[in-house]
């Protein structure tokens, strides 16, 4: 498992997450519920990593939403 997205999953757990405004308009655009992106990050399968990525260490992941929904997070 990748070393990020392990520490992105704790991050989750403890509900030490936050989005920018342009996060959010992109998921309004894509229907997407912030709730439906933390709630499926446990079972996210790791793409890409990023991990010299200029905002720090970032994974493209393949996860699900509620209704098993496709969704690729950056």
């Known amino acids: 498992m990748s070393e990020i ?4 999953q704790g991050l989750v757990a403890r509900g030490d ?3 920018s405004v ?3 308009r992109e ?3 894509d229907d997407i519920l912030l709730d439906d992106v ?3 990050v446990d079972a996210a399968v ?3 990593e ?3 990525a200029f905002k720090g260490p970032s994974v493209l992941a393949l996860q699900r939403d509620g209704d098993g929904r496709p969704l ?3």
């Open 46 to 48: 790791v793409v890409e």
């Open 50 to 52: 990023y991990p010299e």
């Open 17 to 19: 997450v936050s989005t």
């Open 38 to 40: 933390t709630s499926g």
């Open 5 to 8: 997205l392990t520490r992105i």
């Open 27 to 29: 998921l309004a655009a």
């Open 22 to 24: 342009h996060g959010f």
């Open 72 to 74: 690729h997070i950056l």
